[in-house]
């Protein structure tokens, strides 16, 4: 089915993005004092960065979009990002703070808000697709 397909498109997309994620993270923290002391804000930028490339992605692949009004999509899309990259930092500093390693706290975080930005996007940012 159609679902199943953006779904699975979705997943893989979601993956390639957080991994890259990560890798922009893990290179920030580990090879740079600076971002290992503000880890907080290396996750941020690296949340930016991998949710930019995941917009297009899903624009053209995932849900094959064809509406013309990129613009629009993208403030909902940035909206979404804002409102569950607060949630997924909240819970990444509660985490790290309860000492849990760093690396995993992000994986919990990642699968948790991967599923909740599918229905997200899905919903309301590329609506009716």
Same mark, same amino acid.
């Given at each position: =089915?159609?679902?199943? !397909?953006?779904?699975?498109?979705? $997943? +893989?997309?979601?993956?390639? &993005? =957080?991994?890259?994620?990560?890798?922009?993270?893990? $290179?920030?923290?580990?090879? *740079?004092? *600076?971002?290992?002391?503000?880890?907080?804000?290396?996750?941020? #930028?690296?949340? #930016? +960065?991998?949710? =930019? #490339? /995941? %917009?297009?992605?899903?624009?053209?692949?995932?849900?094959?979009?064809?509406?013309?009004?990129? /613009?629009?999509?993208?403030?909902? /899309?940035?909206?979404? @990002?804002?409102?569950? =990259?607060?949630?997924?930092?909240?819970? *990444?500093?509660?985490? @790290?703070?309860?000492?849990?390693?760093?690396?995993?706290?992000?994986? %919990? &975080?990642? #699968?948790?808000?991967?599923? @909740? !930005? *599918? +229905?997200?996007?899905? %919903?309301?940012? /590329?609506?009716?697709?």
């Amino acid at each position: =089915t159609e679902l199943g !397909r953006q779904m699975i498109y979705y $997943f +893989i997309a979601g993956s390639i &993005c =957080t991994l890259f994620d990560f890798a922009v993270y893990f $290179f920030l923290t580990r090879f *740079f004092n *600076f971002w290992q002391a503000y880890y907080e804000w290396a996750n941020i #930028i690296a949340l #930016i +960065i991998s949710a =930019t #490339i /995941f %917009f297009l992605w899903s624009k053209k692949i995932v849900f094959k979009n064809q509406e013309k009004k990129i /613009f629009w999509q993208y403030v909902k /899309f940035w909206i979404m @990002v804002i409102v569950t =990259t607060l949630i997924y930092q909240w819970f *990444f500093v509660l985490l @790290v703070h309860a000492n849990f390693y760093d690396l995993l706290a992000k994986v %919990f &975080c990642a #699968i948790i808000i991967l599923f @909740v !930005r *599918f +229905i997200t996007n899905k %919903f309301w940012v /590329f609506a009716g697709q």
